[in-house]
């Protein structure tokens, strides 16, 4: 679990510089991210468990910590986020199998806590 919140650490320490410096193209991608994942004809735990799935293809363990923790936190189960990470296997074969392997970490860390 070190190694999710140095993560999470990370994540934080340059989204904060970011914001310090002002950046005009991250303020852009802050807006982008709200609307991508505001409620629509998609509700919004959909919408993480997409990036899920997206975040397994790609191999970005800080996407999948990120999008499982919002996953959990707009309400979808350990069950369902289980089945994003599948089908992100699927969608990304063998490899993605590895990228799987961090996600159940962030799984266990995630779902184990709250029980």
Not at 94 to 105: C, D, K, Q
Request: glycine share 8%.
């Amino acid at each position: 679990m070190e190694r999710l919140k140095e993560i999470s650490k990370y994540r934080e320490k340059a989204h904060q510089k970011f914001l310090s410096l002002n950046s005009k193209v991250y303020g852009a991608f802050l807006e982008m991210e709200k609307a991508a994942y505001r409620d629509g004809a998609l509700p919004k735990k959909a919408k993480e468990l997409i990036a899920v799935g997206i975040s397994i293809v790609i191999d970005c363990e800080s996407c999948m910590q990120w999008h499982i923790e919002q996953a959990a936190k707009s309400g979808a189960s350990e069950r369902e986020v289980l089945e994003a990470v599948e089908v992100g296997i699927e969608m990304g074969g063998g490899p993605a199998t590895v990228s799987a392997r961090f996600a159940l970490e962030v799984l266990e860390g995630i779902y184990k806590e709250s029980q």
